[in-house]
């Protein structure tokens, strides 16, 4: 009984111990997120060729809006070529893209994903380029976002990563993915930049120096989760990569809960693989070359997501506060203020990265979905095996531009 008692209390010290860390952790980089980052110096005075790759699987009902969009930038037009690498595409829409002043490359796989479509596409247009721009196939890019990356490059850096923000608000899911996603552009990219970290990539919205970006592909073969696989290597080789919040980028937010659970599927399969590839590696940069900033992304990769840290956070006190209400706290080894102290850490780190936009009667309604979103993600984490070795396609529809 002693040994089982001592298991048990073991188990608990390690539970408050993972999520206790997690809630110091976004609440520290929340809380930074609050203030600005100090602007870097302008080192050049350069407007860089730019190629706009935008890789699409059966993205048809997007991607001519996205093509004539992504087309109206206030970049000069000679210095910035837009790409679609079209992957299965229907013949009346690789007919419609070809009438627009852009290059259209066709490219089929047995296996489709991202880093392929990319690769064949550098392959095909060639070296004529400073930067490499990554977009989704239903991202829309503000007028002067290419402005905006251009001059970042001009103050030295060589990845940058822009604000993605919601292009649609439009069910309760959606509202859920857009309230996510800048919780955690705040605490992940802007937050992280205060304080003199790297910011995280997203997967689009991105851009690189064009021959560094396309050595680095090269080696990638990630099915999905490729930008991960990317971020580690670029902090493994302490290259920074900075945030644009001003730069805008509009995404489509999922819309239903079998996709959300799908598309967290694979996000959550890919950082249980990478943790598992890059941790030691991560702990000995740490400790040999002082190499935070790696270390840092190997441990966000274990780290809970934000949707099932404030669930299980809250369930733990919910617990703990009702065995202290009937007197059972003897059998407890873990003081219970410990979890009202990571509960209360959590909520204000959503506090501070929730914008204030999103303070609205829809958003409260859209929290009633929250307790489907978490049992949504915490099953995700039973079926996660073989997720990361097949490509899974997230539909995309069509959605007015606000």
Not at 198 to 216: E, N, P
Not at 326 to 348: E, R
Request: proline content about 3%.
């Amino acid at each position: 009984m002693e040994a089982l008692t001592l298991i048990l209390n073991g188990i608990e010290i390690l539970i408050i111990g993972y999520f206790g860390f997690a809630s110091i952790y976004v609440f520290v980089f929340g809380f930074a997120g609050l203030f600005e980052t100090n602007e870097k110096e302008t080192l050049f005075q350069k407007q860089r060729k730019v190629a706009v790759l935008i890789p699409g699987y059966k993205e048809d009902a997007v991607i001519v809006e996205v093509a004539k969009q992504a087309l109206r930038q206030t970049y000069p037009t000679d210095l910035y070529e837009v790409v679609i690498i079209a992957d299965s595409f229907q013949e009346s829409t690789l007919t419609e893209l070809k009438n627009l002043p852009l290059k259209l490359v066709e490219v089929s796989f047995e296996k489709s994903t991202k880093s392929k479509a990319l690769n064949k596409a550098m392959e095909v247009i060639g070296d004529d380029y400073d930067i490499a721009l990554i977009l989704d196939a239903d991202n829309i890019m503000e007028p002067k976002f290419i402005e905006k990356i251009n001059d970042s490059f001009n103050q030295g850096y060589k990845v940058v990563q822009g604000h993605r923000v919601a292009k649609n608000t439009n069910t309760p899911f959606a509202i859920l993915d857009a309230v996510s996603e800048e919780v955690n552009n705040h605490i992940f990219r802007k937050g992280h930049r205060v304080l003199g970290l790297s910011s995280a990539l997203i997967g689009s919205g991105m851009a690189f120096d064009y021959f560094f970006f396309k050595k680095m592909m090269s080696q990638v073969k990630a099915v999905g989760g490729f930008d991960k696989e990317l971020e580690l290597e670029l902090l493994r080789k302490r290259i920074k990569i900075e945030y644009l919040h001003e730069a805008l980028v509009l995404d489509e937010k999922v819309q239903k809960s079998e996709v959300f659970a799908n598309q967290r599927k694979r996000w959550l399969s890919a950082q249980f693989v990478y943790f598992q590839r890059y941790f030691w590696a991560g702990l000995k940069a740490l400790f040999t070359k002082g190499n935070v900033d790696f270390f840092d992304k190997v441990y966000q990769m274990v780290s809970p997501p934000r949707v099932l840290l404030l669930g299980l956070v809250s369930m733990f006190s919910i617990l703990y506060f009702t065995l202290g209400f009937f007197g059972w706290t003897s059998i407890l080894m873990v003081n219970p203020f410990l979890w009202y102290g990571s509960f209360f850490l959590t909520i204000l780190a959503f506090v501070f990265s929730v914008p204030r936009k999103f303070y609205t009667k829809r958003t409260l309604h859209a929290v009633l979905t929250l307790p489907k979103a978490f049992l949504l993600m915490f099953l995700s984490l039973f079926k996660l095996k073989g997720a990361n070795k097949k490509f899974i396609h997230t539909q995309h529809g069509t959605i007015n531009t606000p």
